[in-house]
């Protein structure tokens, strides 16, 4: 895809243009921002871009001559025959080695082989080891006349500060979900139902998006929010039907954290009279009574529950059971009692 047919990000689309139309581009850019919201698929529509030898009236790129077909078919499939002149750097097992920066960086000094460009693409960048990253640095610091770097990352920290100076920082938020919704839509191919059903979870990322799609959490998400909602005050047995359904999740529990999670910041809208289309619609009416009976106080201490319990589990990797046995308990405090719960005790912490 050209970068004026791509979804979302106008800025950083808009400042890469410029950049190719003004003859301007930078030595060396680094793509910021969270996973799979389409850094890496703008990486290569820029590549096309710089390297096009039939730009339109627009200043994109033609998508349509040998350079920018090859290019794109790249950034659509991994298995694609590579172009000569754009070298993609990944890790080989963990890390990016100082073996393949050098290997890059050999062919470097000479002009490109087809193109215009040669375009080094670094993907993770953080995933650089240091003495790659030095390698690497070096070059940076005296780049090369006919040769672009495009550093690809969502940990810009983990990158060398000298690096990150090097480079001309590009940064990438979440899609908005309306513009996630599309690209579901028109370029994945999905009916808007389906896309309705995983947008409001996948935070702004397609990848996660897409991920979500093939998740059990997602088939069984009436009947597992059902259970969060019938838990009241007292309701121990309700309580713990709720932890069994959670932990017969496994690896899925997260994503039934994320959906409970969002349901209780449906519960907050509709608390309030916001008549946006609910993440569950299709149990307005229980959310509503949910919403109603709980109060602010109590949907707002439920986020904080649930957070702890995601806490304990990704951080201090907490058992899972006991974890989301903890949560239960305390959903069965009276509302606004929440706050006497079963905190992480120092040793588990430790
Ligand atoms: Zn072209």
Request: neutral net charge; hydrophobic residues 45%; contains cysteine.
């Amino acid at each position: 895809m050209r970068l004026t047919e791509i979804i979302g990000h106008d800025g950083p689309r808009a400042m890469l243009l410029q950049a190719a139309a003004r003859d301007a581009v930078h030595h060396a850019y680094l793509f910021e921002g969270p996973d799979g919201v389409g850094k890496r698929q703008i990486a290569f529509a820029f590549a096309a871009l710089m390297n096009c030898t039939e730009r339109r009236p627009d200043d994109d790129a033609c998508g349509a001559c040998r350079h920018c077909r090859r290019i794109l078919a790249m950034a659509a499939d991994a298995n694609a025959p590579a172009h000569p002149d754009i070298l993609a750097v990944a890790p080989d097992g963990k890390q990016i080695k100082v073996a393949q920066v050098r290997e890059v960086l050999k062919v470097v000094p000479f002009p490109p082989i087809e193109s215009a460009y040669r375009v080094v693409l670094v993907e993770p960048a953080d995933l650089i080891g240091e003495e790659a990253a030095n390698a690497l640095l070096k070059t940076l610091e005296e780049p090369p006349s006919r040769t672009r770097f495009l550093l690809v990352t969502s940990r810009p920290p983990a990158l060398l500060t000298t690096i990150r100076s090097r480079c001309q920082r590009v940064r990438f938020g979440r899609l908005r979900d309306d513009e996630l919704a599309r690209v579901l839509t028109e370029r994945q191919g999905w009916d808007a139902e389906k896309a309705a059903r995983v947008v409001g979870m996948a935070d702004g990322s397609v990848g996660a998006a897409l991920a979500l799609e093939g998740d059990p959490v997602m088939s069984r998400r009436e009947e597992l929010v059902g259970l969060f909602l019938g838990v009241r005050p007292g309701d121990t047995a309700g309580a713990f039907a709720l932890a069994d359904a959670l932990v017969e999740l496994g690896p899925a529990q997260k994503t039934a954290l994320s959906l409970l999670d969002r349901v209780v910041r449906d519960a907050l809208l509709v608390s309030v009279g916001a008549g946006r289309r609910l993440f569950v619609e299709s149990l307005r009416e229980p959310l509503t009574a949910w919403a109603r009976h709980l109060g602010t106080e109590a949907l707002l201490a439920r986020l904080d529950l649930l957070a702890e319990t995601r806490l304990a589990m990704d951080t201090f990797h907490t058992n899972a059971r006991l974890a989301l046995d903890r949560l239960a308990v305390a959903l069965t405090a009276p509302p606004g009692r929440e706050g006497v719960r079963p905190v992480l005790s120092h040793d588990e912490i430790l």
